[in-house]
């Protein structure tokens, strides 16, 4: 059995096997979730001590930032209505643990933290207790390896999503602490320099590549509302055709054919002869998918006149990330042609009179 060599007090010896490196991602395709585990490789040793402040007020012995390559959701796949992610180190690792030789009835503890960090905001904290606590007394090291715990983040309020939106890869930070102190008989602590090595599960042999670990990350979503004047397909435009005044109806859709969130109605614009057309359309939030609702159009008078009415849809406010919400258009198009007047009605039935008597003729 291979013991390690005693470190001087108040240096630090070779710290860890490897520390911990992140990449990988999961994306999610709208209406599902989806998530795959993204290896984790431990950094070398030799790292250098420092003499930052971890997150109990700890001095941490070793801190490590790496940056997981994760993409920024897409809002073209849907809406964001949550974020999940899951840092789980591998069971079949352990951690080994030693104290300075020096005398004294007290313990070396030393604890592995992880915070997940978006930008400067922090996601995840795996807390003063860290993912991993050992403690090493005077007469034997210690190992460790069934009991890792596991840090979890989840964050579905809407506010707080529009930071996952975007394009390229988020900028996410995996901080990693190994904070060693030595406990005393009177209750106090003080920190100190410790040994922490990567070794095979069940043995004390030569260091391993160093610890893994899975790392999962899964964006949660639903399809954007969509609109249409077809109940079962899409169709973005329509036209209404009137012979002097009047009124007609459109019904219009939300389609259902996959999960969407529901639908707003926005705003509506209008373009050309806009003043000789009224559309009557109840403002309306929420429309689910598969309802409807209708819109009135009434021609003034009976001159000819034609207009365009843009009516702007989008996702119900309020739900998922705002950053990930998407307009979208339906136009109606109306027109007016005046009645035939008498005149034009005598020539007409004059025009059918004659036609008729050439047939019978032939």
Known sequence: MLRPSPLRPNLLAPALGRWLGLAGAALLTAGAATSQAAPVTLLPVNQTSISDTSPDGAAPVLRVDSSPVVPAFNADSGVLLGVRSLLRIDPDQALMAYRNESGGDWDSVATLRVQLLLGNAQLANSGASGLQQVVANRDAPVQIGTEWATMAFERDAAAALNAFVGNGALPLTLRTDLSARIAEGGGGSVAI??????????????????????????YLSTGHARMSFAAAVLQDTYQLRFE??????????????QARTGADLLRVDCAGDCA???????????????????????????APA???????????????????????????????????????????GLAALCMGRRARRD
Request: hydrophobic letters at 45%.
């Open 276 to 302: 000789a057309f009224e559309l009557s359309l109840n403002a309306f939030t929420a429309l689910v998918a598969g309802a409807s609702t209708s819109a009135t159009v009434q021609a003034l008078d009976g």
């Open 306 to 348: 034609s207009a365009q009415f843009t009516l702007w849809l989008g996702d119900t406010a309020g739900v998922g990330a705002q950053a990930s919400h998407q307009a979208h258009r339906l136009d109606l198009w109306v027109s007016t042609v005046p009645e035939p007047g008498p005149a034009t009605l005598f020539a007409l």
């Open 193 to 218: 320099a410790s040994t922490l090595q990567a070794l095979p599960e069940g043995g004390w042999g030569p260091d391993i590549d160093g610890l893994t670990a899975q790392f999962d990350w899964t």
């Open 244 to 257: 002097g005044a009047g009124s007609q109806s459109v019904t219009l859709h939300a389609l259902a054919e």
